[in-house]
């Protein structure tokens, strides 16, 4: 006998719709996955350009910290405990680098700590030449504080410098090619010191501070009758 074993209708419906069911996934899966990948690669890319645009400024900042570097022709600077008993004394010193193939001058400005220009003079350097100026009041030597406008004795105060074409300090001509560094003294203790060399800072010489510096040293140098007007070392002479 021949028996024929068949599923009842119903079962056949629900295995045709759980295969409907498992087809349309398999072709919903895809879509939901394709926005997921896309928004993966705009972040990337996102993350990229960001980054790029980091770098272009870095280097783009530090192209102009560079340029400004070697195109510097205003210093500045400060001097303390000068011409102090049992202080050692502190000592500028400037050179010329050789990029103008020229002479230029250190126009030195010495301002006591009440902001008044005390003394000023040109300082000439010749290309890959040296010039050292004390700043205390030396014996029979040259220094930066010792022939002062209204004879006050200078013990702190700020210097600055233009890295001058002409020789002139009454009439600067700013040209960059001069590079400095200062000696600071630091008191440490009731009767000790310690001394540490920086180099002259970097600063900003607007046309009115051009102007102002070079009125007060053509006054100091007019009134004073002598005073006010610092002397310079002979070049290449270091100590």
């Given at each position: 006998?021949?028996v024929?074993l ?6 056949l419906?629900r295995t045709?719709?759980?295969?409907e069911?498992?087809?349309r996934?398999?072709?919903i899966?895809p879509?939901r996955q394709?926005?997921q990948?896309t928004?993966?690669i705009?972040?990337q890319?996102?993350?990229l350009?960001?980054?790029?645009l980091?770098l272009?400024l870095?280097?783009m900042?530090?192209g102009n910290?560079l ?6 022709d205003y210093?500045?600077?400060y001097?303390s405990n ?7 004394d502190?000592?500028?010193?400037f050179i010329n680098?050789?990029?103008?193939e020229?002479?230029l ?5 010495v ?6 220009l ?6 000439i350097?010749t290309?890959d030449?040296?010039n050292?100026e004390y700043?205390n009041?030396?014996?029979?030597a040259?220094?930066l504080t010792g ?15 233009i ?9 600067p ?5 001069l590079?400095g560094?200062?000696v600071h003294v ?10 540490t060399e920086?180099r002259?800072a ?7 501070e051009q102007?102002?510096?070079?009125a007060l ?6 009134l ?6 610092c002397?310079c070392s ?6």
């Amino acid at each position: 006998m021949l028996v024929v074993l068949a599923r009842p209708r119903g079962d056949l419906f629900r295995t045709g719709q759980r295969l409907e069911c498992q087809q349309r996934r398999l072709l919903i899966l895809p879509q939901r996955q394709a926005p997921q990948t896309t928004r993966r690669i705009q972040n990337q890319m996102k993350k990229l350009g960001f980054l790029m645009l980091m770098l272009a400024l870095a280097l783009m900042l530090g192209g102009n910290a560079l340029a400004q570097g070697d195109n510097s022709d205003y210093f500045v600077s400060y001097f303390s405990n000068a011409n102090t008993a049992g202080a050692p004394d502190a000592v500028d010193r400037f050179i010329n680098d050789g990029d103008t193939e020229g002479n230029l001058w250190a126009d030195y400005y010495v301002f006591d700590d009440s902001q008044e220009l005390q003394e000023c003079c040109s300082c000439i350097i010749t290309p890959d030449g040296l010039n050292s100026e004390y700043v205390n009041n030396v014996k029979g030597a040259a220094s930066l504080t010792g022939n002062t406008l209204t004879g006050k004795v200078l013990t702190r105060g700020v210097i600055k410098v233009i890295s001058d074409a002409a020789g002139n300090a009454g009439a600067p001509v700013p040209t960059p090619g001069l590079r400095g560094w200062g000696v600071h003294v630091q008191k440490t203790g009731t009767s000790t010191y310690a001394v540490t060399e920086t180099r002259f800072a970097d600063s900003n010489l607007s046309a009115s501070e051009q102007s102002l510096l070079g009125a007060l040293c053509s006054f100091a140098q007019v009134l004073g009758s002598g005073q006010g007007t610092c002397s310079c070392s002979v070049e290449d002479y270091d100590f």
